[in-house]
């Protein structure tokens, strides 16, 4: 995520890793959508990470970013997701924790 670059590099890239290890059948064709004030039943809001999108990334924008493999054949799915806060830098996390697998 870096800001001056359109959203669709983002989900190229997901969607280049994932079908290089074989999953593309397991994908979905987004990965991650920006976060507003919005009201239930979704908190997703305009605009998406998706093949195609030339909306360019900014600095302060909000994005949930998720990576979503999903098997029909054996009814599991495997979502990791993250909030970041875009800034000049690197995107700042929101969650204090990391993305490593938390075991207790």
Request: charged share 20%; glycine share 8%.
């Amino acid at each position: 995520m870096v800001p001056g670059k359109p959203m669709a590099e983002l989900f190229d890239a997901h969607a280049r890793v994932i079908d290089a290890h074989g999953m593309s059948e397991h994908r979905l064709n987004a990965c991650g959508y920006s976060l507003g004030a919005k009201f239930t039943p979704s908190w997703m809001d305009f605009p998406m990470f998706y093949r195609g999108n030339e909306v360019v990334i900014a600095e302060g924008m909000v994005f949930f970013a998720h990576m979503i493999l999903m098997n029909s054949a054996s009814e599991a799915a495997y979502c990791l997701g993250r909030t970041y806060i875009l800034t000049e830098g690197k995107p700042q996390p929101v969650s204090k924790y990391p993305v490593d697998m938390i075991v207790r």
